[in-house]
């Protein structure tokens, strides 16, 4: 009977090791992720804008 005691708690320690340790390496892999940000469409718009003046001079 205590045999199945320790079984459990040998497995559940497995399982919650490679919890912890598949949740490190995403964390990881997410904080290396290079992040972007698309431009605001009204500085599109400005840019564009300035770029006519500049053609029409």
Do not use: F, N
Request: glycine letters at 8%; zero cysteines; charged letters at 30%.
């Amino acid at each position: 009977m205590m045999a199945g005691y320790v079984t459990v708690i040998i497995v559940g320690g497995i399982v919650v090791l490679m919890v912890l340790i598949l949740s490190l390496v995403t964390i990881s892999k997410g904080y290396a992720h290079k992040h972007t940000i698309d431009p605001h469409p009204d500085d599109k718009e400005q840019e564009d804008d300035r770029e006519e003046e500049d053609e029409e001079k």
